[in-house]
């Protein structure tokens, strides 16, 4: 069974810094692209991140550009979200998602999807 | 253009076909994917590519593409299906430009 656990939400002030954490099991994490998405309360879903399966390929939205940093453990099946400079439009819950499609990011067909963290920027 | 535009709001009677609609310049060159989000869940991939079901989906769900516009059909809805939809593709540009609609809330009377 595929399980995605984030971590690492909470409470920041503004211009803090944060990781998130997420660790998966029941696949082949080594062969899958990874995504961060967020939603902020009572809104849609934002696409915030991913990286390629080896780590070499990394692409952020940009609205979190320059503040925000992806990043993989394949070895310990872990995928994480550095994030800085945190602005209060930066709260929202986080969702680690997986890709269905093996190896290349294709942006779409995210086949599994973690409970979420929520991350909160206020003062 | 990198935008997906969804109605706000949809509603269908019980046990009739309702369909969801996400137009956007990006739907010529991608297929979308479709999501499912209950209150207080993550989402749930509905449909993906020209019209896969991921296993456990209802096969009561069926997806299409014309143009510049995809669609979600769901035929003879339940009442455990009132949920929001969210489509999503990536922009036609070449870059990684990943988008999600802005959602359509689907009631069922």
């Known amino acids: 069974e595929v399980q995605l656990v984030e971590s690492g939400g909470g409470l920041v002030q503004p211009g803090g810094s944060l990781r998130l954490s997420c660790s998966a099991s029941g696949f082949t994490f080594s062969s899958y692209a990874m995504h961060w998405v967020r939603q902020a309360p009572g809104k849609g879903l934002e696409y915030v991140s991913a990286i390629s399966s080896n780590g070499g390929s990394t692409y952020y939205a940009d609205s979190v550009k320059g503040r925000f940093t992806i990043s993989r453990d394949n070895s310990k099946n872990t995928l994480y979200l550095q994030m800085s400079s945190l602005r209060a439009e930066d709260t929202a819950v986080y969702y680690c998602v997986k890709q269905g499609t093996a190896m290349v990011i294709t942006g779409s067909d995210f086949d599994y999807w973690g409970q979420g963290t929520l991350v909160t920027v206020s003062s | 253009s990198s935008e997906l535009t969804q109605d706000p709001a949809v509603s269908v009677a019980l046990g009739q076909t309702v369909r969801i609609t996400c137009q956007g310049d990006s739907l010529r060159s991608y297929y979308a994917s479709w999501y499912q989000q209950k209150p207080g869940q993550a989402p749930v991939l509905v449909i993906y590519?020209?019209?896969n079901r991921p296993s456990g989906i209802p096969d009561r769900f069926s997806g299409s593409s014309s143009g510049n516009t995809a669609s979600l059909t769901i035929t003879g809805a339940q009442a455990e299906d009132e949920a929001d939809y969210y489509c999503n593709s990536r922009d036609s540009s070449g870059n990684l430009n990943v988008v999600f609609g802005g959602g359509t809330k689907l009631t069922v009377l």
């Open positions: 590519g020209k019209n």
